[in-house]
């Protein structure tokens, strides 16, 4: 059964064994608190990433004009994919889903195209963009994603 998050999932892995402890209770009570603001930033980046992308993908395109007519509807896919996994990755506040799920394969394959640089640029222009439209208190949640993704990228370069 896979839980809310990658934490949560652990201790349902050994509740045959015992009970949540005060520490763990202590956790669950913090990712209640902080629910409403993650829901927030999902709707956000749910609402707002088309128009993101897109403007994103423009911005792009004045720096590697080349590399967009040939390869924006891939470059559109993959962002809008990773703004998906991004928003949900908030919503369970789970960084190691993210990583796991996406920014590491994400990051290879990219490498593999040596278009590291230029996808680098890419979400760099994203998170710019994004701050800009987020409240503070949104992105202050948003932006260690972009972080994760943009260094994965420049790891890969």
Known sequence: MLAINCVLDQKVEGIDRAY?????LLNVEK??????LRVKTYNLLRDQS????VRSISLLAQQYPELVQKSSRVCKYDMSIN???LALSILRDDETFFRESLT???????HS???SKEVTVAYCLLRDLTKKIA???????????FEVTI?????SS
């Not at 949540?20 to 763990?24: P, S």
């Not at 409240?135 to 994603?145: D, M, Q, R, V």
């Open 20 to 24: 949540l402890t005060d520490e763990d």
């Open 31 to 36: 990712f209640v608190s902080g629910f409403p």
């Open 50 to 53: 088309d128009e993101l992308v």
């Open 83 to 85: 703004l998906r996994y």
């Open 104 to 110: 590491e394969w994400h990051a290879n394959i990219i």
């Open 113 to 115: 195209y040596g278009i």
């Open 135 to 145: 409240p503070p208190e949104c992105f202050s949640l948003i932006n260690p994603y």
């Open 151 to 155: 260094s994965a990228f420049q790891k």
